[in-house]
């Protein structure tokens, strides 16, 4: 997903904030859960934070990708790395949805908004959203269910409820 400010081509290199604006995640295949997110430049330091914030979170070494040369640079060697289509239909499935719900909690006239910082914390939202709260249409449960992490359906008093620790 693209959010702008202004355009990427009028962008100085050291304008980290502005221009192209993208979401990434990383999606367990087996239960949609989605892992790690991240916003940023399309590069491979976006990349690198991607891929290290989902270390630690799942054991499993396989990445399906599509073609970008930003996953072979940085990558590391032990995972395998798969390109190609048929193992991306749930990911491209959920950032459908990612875009079309961060679209909705954005200013409504523009359905994008130029504020990264509100870019970061409406993708906070969405993700808390459908991995405890959004239920599958078909399984009837959500993606923390599926990864065993949750019993049942999550609503949001149980979400802004829910002990943290600062």
């Known amino acids: 997903m693209v959010i702008r400010e202004k355009k ?3 962008c100085l290199p050291e304008e980290l904030e502005v221009g192209d604006c993208w979401i990434g995640v990383s999606l ?3 239960s949609g859960l989605i892992v790690s997110a991240r ?3 399309h590069t491979d330091e976006f990349l690198a934070e991607l891929v ?3 270390e630690g979170k799942t054991d499993c070494k396989l990445w399906y990708t599509d073609d970008w040369g930003g996953y072979e640079r940085v990558l590391p060697p032990e995972m395998i790395h798969i390109i190609g289509k048929q193992n991306t239909q749930r990911l491209e499935r959920t950032n459908g949805i990612i875009r079309q719900q961060t679209a ?3 200013r409504r006239q523009n359905k994008f908004g130029k504020l990264w910082e509100q ?3 409406t993708t906070r939202l969405v993700i808390s959203y459908f991995n405890w709260i959004w239920r599958h249409s078909r399984t009837k449960d959500t993606a923390a269910q599926r990864a065993g992490i949750a019993s049942c359906s999550w609503s949001w008093q149980d979400m802004v409820t829910y002990p943290t620790f600062l």
């Open 39 to 41: 916003v940023g430049k």
């Open 52 to 54: 290290a914030n989902t």
């Open 104 to 106: 909705r909690w954005h």
């Open 28 to 30: 367990a295949k087996e």
């Open 8 to 10: 990427q081509k009028h």
């Open 119 to 121: 870019t970061k914390v």
